[in-house]
């Protein structure tokens, strides 16, 4: 069953983090190990939002790359694009707490934000869809 109060709600934690990351963008005082973190969250929250919208009681997991194959295996439309931000999965715990090599230090971060944004603009669509058919 959709649940669209708890899509709501995920997608605006998403949209926390994103501002965070607008605000952060030219900050070189954090890191990328930081903004990647953020990055990952708002990517996370937003997939949970789809996953709650398309009525999937998400796992309490952090890995991008399941949370994206269980949209797909769901039939949900999932872009390429959206694809390609599996490589911010390590950002949610082990380059978050150390434990593993800094994150690449050429992190292009406007770029990251665009893609980011993009996600978190398609949940904000289908929620808004999902709002007006019912």
Same mark, same amino acid.
């Given at each position: 069953?959709?649940?669209?109060?708890?899509?709501?709600?995920? &997608?605006?934690?998403?949209? +926390?983090?994103?501002?965070?990351?607008?605000?952060?963008?030219?900050?070189?005082? *954090?890191?990328?190990?930081?903004? =990647?973190? /953020? %990055?990952?969250?708002? !990517? +996370? #929250?937003?997939? #949970?939002?789809?996953?709650? $919208?398309?009525? !999937?009681?998400?796992? #309490?997991? /952090?890995? &991008?790359?399941?949370? $994206?194959? *269980?949209?797909? =295996?769901?039939? +949900?439309?999932?872009?390429?694009? @959206?694809?390609?931000?599996?490589?911010?999965?390590?950002?949610?715990?082990? @380059?978050?707490? =150390?434990?593993?090599?800094?994150?690449?230090? /050429?992190?292009?971060?406007?770029?990251?934000?665009?893609?980011?944004? %993009? !996600?978190?603009?398609? !949940?904000?669509?289908? *929620? =808004?869809?999902?709002?007006?058919?019912?």
């Amino acid at each position: 069953m959709r649940d669209r109060k708890n899509a709501i709600m995920m &997608l605006a934690l998403a949209k +926390e983090d994103l501002a965070l990351l607008e605000v952060l963008r030219d900050d070189d005082r *954090i890191s990328n190990r930081l903004f =990647g973190f /953020h %990055a990952q969250q708002a !990517v +996370e #929250k937003a997939l #949970k939002a789809w996953l709650a $919208l398309a009525g !999937v009681d998400y796992p #309490k997991i /952090h890995d &991008l790359q399941e949370l $994206l194959a *269980i949209l797909a =295996g769901r039939g +949900e439309a999932v872009s390429e694009g @959206f694809m390609d931000l599996r490589f911010l999965t390590p950002f949610a715990v082990l @380059f978050r707490y =150390g434990g593993a090599e800094e994150p690449d230090p /050429h992190l292009e971060r406007a770029t990251l934000i665009e893609a980011v944004a %993009a !996600v978190v603009e398609h !949940v904000e669509r289908l *929620i =808004g869809a999902a709002g007006s058919s019912s």
